[in-house]
């Protein structure tokens, strides 16, 4: 049996072919870096369009453990899931959820007061036939390409219910 590389091409395919790999995993590390550089905040924008109150608290759920593991959140609430933020909301975003006893509003008001921005989508209101005023306190509203930007930056993650 003849070979047809020389010990030194078959090093160089090797080296190659490592190269390749270390690029690869490289590429993959970037977008699945488990742990952010404690320089840098990880930042979270979770948005709520669900009327669902289970759906609605867990949202208030992951984005507090998110908060209290370091990140930087902002909330943006729509449709249905915008009326968790009204003073007169429905029962069902005030109403206690086992296991806790809290509501989606309640773990809302709680995260805005902690400093997490919190705002209905710009259109909510006038189609809702609200204004600023039946917000409860801590929720203002989004502006489209301040929000936009927001979503759009390479550090952030989105979680949307």
Known sequence: ????????SRAMALVAVAGIGVA???AWSVGHDAEAS???????VTIVASGEPETQ???????MQ????GAEARILLCG???????KDAPESATAPQKPRDMSPQGLMSKLAEMGVRTEVCAI????ADKTEDDLIEGVGVAQPP????????????????
Do not use: Y
């Open 1 to 8: 049996m003849t070979r047809s590389k020389t010990p030194l």
């Open 80 to 86: 249905p899931g915008a009326k968790m933020a009204w």
């Open 66 to 69: 998110s908060v209290q593991q």
């Open 24 to 26: 690869a995993l490289g």
């Open 38 to 44: 404690e320089d840098e905040p990880r930042r979270l």
């Open 57 to 63: 608290l867990m949202a208030m759920v992951l984005t």
């Open 124 to 127: 909510h209101l006038p189609n």
């Open 146 to 161: 301040e929000m936009a930007g927001g979503i759009m930056a390479e550090d952030v993650r989105v979680l949307s219910f």
